[in-house]
C-alpha cells in the first residue's frame, strides 16, 4: 500500500493571519525552527510565508518590518497537497515546484498540516531501518 501524506506529515502547525506583524512571524520561525509558516484567513489558507520571503520583501528594501503585516510579503500562490495524496506524488509537486515544505489542506482549503522534507527524510530512514530489521529477521534460504 502506497504511502500517503497524512502518515508523514506534521499536523497541526503554527500559522499566522495576513495581518499578523512580519516581526512576529519571524519570531514565531526562531521558537518553532521552522523556516516558512502558512497564512491564513479565517480558517482558509490564503497563503505561505518563508524566511526568504522576509528577507528579500521587507529587510534587503529597507522596509521596517515591525508594523508591516505579513501579508505585504507572503506568497498567495500556495503550492499544496491533500491529506490523502501518495507521498510520491506530493514529492513530485516539491520537487516540480522546487518547494521544500507543503501545506496539507482539506476539501475545504483548511489547513491540516505541513509536508516537509524533513519529514519525508524521517520516514525513508524508519522505512529503511524497518526493511534492514526485516531482512536480518529473515531465515536464510536453503538447506541448514
Do not use: H, Y
Request: hydrophobic share 35%; proline share 7%; aromatic share 0%.
Amino acid at each position: 500500500m502506497a504511502t500517503k501524506v497524512r502518515d508523514v506529515m506534521t499536523g497541526r502547525p503554527r500559522c499566522v493571519t495576513s495581518d499578523t506583524p512580519v516581526t512576529q512571524v519571524a519570531e514565531l520561525m526562531e521558537s518553532e525552527d521552522v523556516g516558512s509558516i502558512p497564512v491564513l484567513d479565517g480558517e482558509q489558507l490564503s497563503g505561505i510565508v518563508t524566511d526568504r520571503d522576509i528577507v528579500l520583501r521587507a529587510v534587503a528594501k529597507g522596509k521596517d518590518p515591525r508594523g508591516m503585516p505579513v501579508r505585504e510579503v507572503c506568497s498567495s500562490e500556495v503550492v499544496s497537497v491533500g491529506p490523502d495524496q501518495n507521498l510520491s506524488d506530493a514529492l513530485e509537486l516539491m520537487a516540480t515546484n522546487q518547494v521544500r515544505r507543503l501545506p496539507v489542506v482539506d476539501d475545504e482549503n483548511r489547513l491540516v498540516g505541513v509536508l516537509s522534507q524533513a519529514d519525508v527524510a524521517l520516514e525513508a530512514k524508519e522505512r529503511d531501518v524497518g526493511e534492514l530489521v526485516g531482512q536480518i529477521s529473515r531465515p536464510p534460504e536453503g538447506p541448514r
